[in-house]
């Protein structure tokens, strides 16, 4: 895609444009100003273009207005490379971008939210913009989504685009349709018509609220863990209007079913799902981080021999999440709430506001650190006392695998029972795994 994007890049260079954009309002200059007045930033404003091709629209506003100090990220180091003093210059994509959270006022899209994935990059401009920060929108509706592989990118009726954008914790927008544009340069998209959205950043609040009043049946994936805890007591006023999901794997950790009992004498709906983490480790083998191809179900069939065992990410999601997923789809759920966080190692590659399979999903701590998590958790709730040993919230109390967590002195201290038996299921791993590992060894050290 880089390789594409300078090729275009020097073709449109040769053909005299510098604005690097679909469509233009007169000339480049004029059509940049253009978009200058509509934005209108106060003075002193620092401005992020996400997208920013080789820095031209930086450039034209900074002559009018030099009060501005504009930052441009982009993923192509060629076309950072021909822009202008005295940008910040970030080399990143957009959707991980690096900035400081609250550090702008103004996040522009020019002809480039169409090529990015639209939830990653709206999640990460609602994480830049400060209180009351304001997203522009430059890019082409059409009358019904369509892609286009061969642009890497993606365009959808006006009201789709604001709909998404709203989703994602933004004011309904000023909309700016011109007919006079030129798009004589740009003929990939028949039919496109130009748009210019100015929407402005709610505080989480309110955005939380407008979220749940597009909805009736609202479910809160609650596991014990500090996330989801936080979540939920941070949703406090909404809690007669959700159902509280928490899934008992069938190996119940008895400090979070302890937990999950307090919250379900709190809340007003809270529902127990039977997990299938027996059922499952009897039918492929205990997780482990570490999985042999002689532990696989055709090594096992190949040697006629050999410990079955599965990888972590099948059992937890056929034990823990699939139940509760099937009970919610029973239930009609149309929003799922979750404590996940864009700063978590581990997490869903969906954002705040996606809709996937009809149902939308809304994470408020989204852009929370784990430092954030705890701090409220102090003030408005507790903290759970594993904490003090684990680094993280345990689903199944003897779960052979997430060996970083810190499992086996926790288990020592706390439930002895249990420690042997978390032991048993490891030396069972260890003899699969280890004769692999030596073999790895020795041919490394050739």
Not at 102 to 123: E, R, T, W
Request: proline share 6%.
């Amino acid at each position: 895609m880089i390789e594409a994007i300078n090729t275009a890049t020097d073709l449109a260079l040769e053909q005299g444009i510098r604005v690097l954009q679909t469509h233009f309002y007169g000339s480049q200059r004029n059509h940049v100003l253009r978009h200058l007045e509509i934005m209108d930033p106060p003075v002193g404003a620092h401005i992020v273009d996400a997208g920013s091709g080789i820095g031209e629209v930086a450039r034209i506003m900074l002559e009018v207005r030099p009060d501005l100090r504009f930052t441009l990220v982009n993923i192509s180091e060629y076309q950072l490379s021909m822009s202008p003093e005295p940008c910040e210059l970030v080399l990143a994509d957009f959707t991980d971008s690096g900035l400081e959270t609250g550090c702008a006022d103004i996040v522009m899209f020019n002809s480039a939210l169409c090529q990015m994935p639209i939830n990653q990059a709206l999640s990460e401009a609602r994480r830049l913009l400060k209180t009351d920060g304001k997203l522009f929108v430059s890019d082409l509706s059409v009358d019904e989504y369509r892609e286009f592989p061969h642009l890497h990118a993606a365009f959808m009726p006006v009201f789709q685009w604001s709909e998404i954008i709203e989703r994602h914790g933004f004011n309904r927008p000023d909309l700016h349709i011109d007919r006079g544009f030129s798009m004589e340069h740009f003929h990939e998209v028949p039919g496109a018509q130009p748009f210019v959205g100015v929407y402005t950043k709610q505080s989480m609040g309110k955005h939380v609220g407008s979220v749940i009043d597009h909805h009736e049946r609202i479910a809160l994936q609650f596991s014990g863990g500090k996330d989801s805890l936080a979540t939920l007591y941070l949703l406090r006023p909404y809690w007669d209007r959700l159902t509280v999901y928490w899934t008992n794997t069938g190996d119940p950790v008895p400090e979070v079913q302890a937990i999950a009992e307090q919250v379900k004498a709190l809340v007003p709906n809270f529902v127990e799902i039977a997990g299938r983490v027996n059922q499952q480790v009897k039918a492929f083998g205990l997780p482990s981080d570490l999985v042999p191809t002689t532990s696989t179900p055709v090594g096992i069939s190949a040697y006629r021999s050999g410990a079955p065992l599965q990888d972590r990410f099948a059992c937890c999601y056929n034990s823990l999440m699939l139940p509760m997923q099937e009970r919610m789809v029973q239930d009609g759920i149309t929003l799922i709430i979750r404590g996940q966080k864009n700063a978590d190692r581990m997490k869903s590659p969906l954002r705040s506001g996606a809709i996937e399979n009809g149902i939308e999903v809304l994470f408020p701590l989204e852009h929370w650190t784990d430092e954030q998590v705890f701090a409220f958790l102090e003030e408005h709730a507790f903290v759970p006392d594993y904490y003090r040993d684990l680094s993280a919230s345990p689903d199944c109390l003897t779960c052979s695998a997430y060996w970083s967590e810190g499992r086996a002195r926790w288990l020592k201290q706390n439930h002895a029972d249990a420690h042997g038996i978390y032991q048993a299921k490891l030396d069972v791993i260890r003899q699969a795994v280890m004769p692999h590992i030596e073999l790895f060894n020795l041919e490394v050290s050739q």
